[in-house]
């Protein structure tokens, strides 16, 4: 049966020990969706909103809070995160905001690449949340890991 490997014998959280684990190539992918309506998407792409360009301060929040990921959440380890990308793609009915990690570690960095979808998406929603408070920012989920024990994850589309 499985357990989870943030919770002790007690019940109790804690850090995984991963000081025997050998250090692999590991990458993650995540993703999230703002729902945003014609008149705003019009004024993001244009680059019109009064506080500036959302797609480039969004990507950079994403990278930023990759980065910054082990301050954020208790239990995970700080990571040397060899690459970070945002990407964001402007559909029909919103954002699709998409972040990718890699790193040479001993743990995986889906927690990594989530956080950055996330904040990448707050940060739209802050932006444009001016013209738009019924902004709507869903579907934040790991899309694809590799590397350590567990092997690949990759969603089904």
């Given at each position: 049966m499985a357990k989870l490997s943030h919770v002790d014998r007690e019940g109790r959280a804690r850090?995984?020990?991963?000081?025997?684990?050998a250090a692999t190539r590991?990458?993650?992918?995540?993703?999230?969706?703002?729902?945003?309506g014609p008149a705003t998407l019009r004024l993001v792409r244009s680059g019109r909103l009064a506080k500036g360009g959302?797609?480039?301060t969004a990507r950079l929040a994403g990278i930023q809070a990759a980065k910054r990921t082990a301050e954020l959440i208790p239990l995970t380890?700080?990571?040397?995160l060899e690459n970070v990308a945002v990407d964001i793609d402007a559909?029909?009915?919103?954002?699709?905001?998409r972040c990718r990690v890699a790193v040479e570690a001993k743990?995986?960095?889906?927690?990594?690449?989530?956080?950055g979808?996330?904040?990448?998406?707050?940060?739209?929603?802050?932006?444009?949340k001016a013209v738009e408070r019924g902004a709507e920012i869903s579907r934040l989920?790991?899309?694809?890991?590799?590397g350590g024990a567990s092997g690949v994850f990759r969603r089904r589309a």
């Open positions: 850090m995984v020990d991963i000081g025997p684990k590991r990458e993650a992918a995540a993703s999230a969706f703002v729902k945003l959302v797609l480039a380890h700080p990571l040397p559909l029909k009915t919103g954002l699709r905001v743990t995986g960095a889906e927690m990594e690449a989530l956080t979808a996330a904040v990448a998406a707050l940060t739209v929603y802050d932006m444009v989920r790991l899309d694809f890991k590799s």
